[in-house]
């Protein structure tokens, strides 16, 4: 497992992994409240990739990621969704 540090390489490496095998990619969250910390995971059983943050400002960031899932899943991998 990997924890990335940039929000914008984790975005860029999670696409990158889903559209390598968008049948196998899985994406989770997990809060901890009593931390106050978020961890965002993306795997596809062969490579793990994670993110880690405390900071609350990250959810709108998270949103964003969600709806680029989301796009992916139905346009398909292919699809442009950085536009």
């Known amino acids: ?3 990335i540090t940039s929000w914008d390489d984790f975005v860029e490496k999670s696409v990158q ?3 390598a095998d968008p049948e196998k990619t899985r994406y989770a969250m997990k809060y ?3 931390d ?5 995971k993306v795997t596809d059983d062969k490579e793990c990739i994670k ?3 405390d900071q609350a ?3 709108k960031k998270m949103e964003k990621l969600n709806n ?3 796009t992916l899943m139905a346009r398909g991998s292919e699809g442009n969704v950085f536009s």
């Open 1 to 3: 497992m990997v924890y």
């Open 17 to 19: 992994l889903f559209r």
């Open 32 to 34: 901890r409240h009593c």
């Open 36 to 40: 106050g910390k978020l961890v965002l």
């Open 51 to 53: 993110f880690k943050t």
């Open 57 to 59: 400002q990250d959810a």
């Open 68 to 70: 680029i899932f989301f």
